[in-house]
């Protein structure tokens, strides 16, 4: 049997409804965000990142918003994904702005 979802991936999950029919996978320690087959979150410690490319990186960087990191071989390593916005958890039209960006991302990455 799988087992549930945290209160704050359920959380989530409900709060990106706002672009589609998200879904939740447990991966990484944590678990990716999919719509229609893609992944364009991650949720690691409670935290939402959001899929980057180098068209977006600024728009988050910007804000001081910090990419996720993880140690392989004693080095801090980086991939395209960046924390979200705050304001976008309380918000469903910052949301929506900031999760569609991540989708498009990955719309990208995947071409």
């Keep these: 049997m799988a087992k ?15 672009i589609g029919p998200v879904t939740a996978k447990r991966m990484f320690g944590g678990y990716g965000i999919f719509l229609h087959g893609l992944m364009f979150a991650l949720v690691v410690d409670d935290i939402l990142y959001l899929k980057t490319n180098a068209d977006t990186i600024t728009d988050f960087a910007s804000r001081g918003l910090l990419p996720f990191s993880y140690q392989k071989q004693g080095k801090t390593q980086h991939i395209n994904y960046y924390q979200c916005p705050e304001d976008a958890l309380d918000d469903e039209e910052v949301m929506q702005v900031w999760a569609n960006k991540a ?3 990955a719309l990208s990455a995947k071409k």
């Design 4 to 18: 549930p979802h945290s209160e704050y991936v359920a959380f989530l999950l409900d709060v990106l409804q706002v």
């Design 103 to 105: 989708y498009h991302c």
